[in-house]
């Protein structure tokens, strides 16, 4: 079986993806936003205490990785919804 017929029997009668592979995208999106955001947040801690630029380096990386976590959701849902 090659890879097309493969990602065929992923899809159901109207072509759209399974929802079984649309659980696992969505799952690894909210695993992704949790990681970009709390390694953020670990960065920040660091820059914080090497520098001492209490707060700022937290809310900033924090910021930083909640805008990146959602331009990666964005696009893999882009890619999904055509």
Known sequence: MNDSENDDNRRDDSGAPSQLKMLGIY???GFEF???VVGGSVIGFWVDEKFGTTPWG????ILLGMLAALWH?????KRFLK
């Open 58 to 61: 937290v809310v900033s990386l």
């Open 34 to 36: 949790v990681s970009l």
């Open 27 to 29: 799952g690894a999106m």
């Open 73 to 77: 959701i964005y696009r893999v849902t």
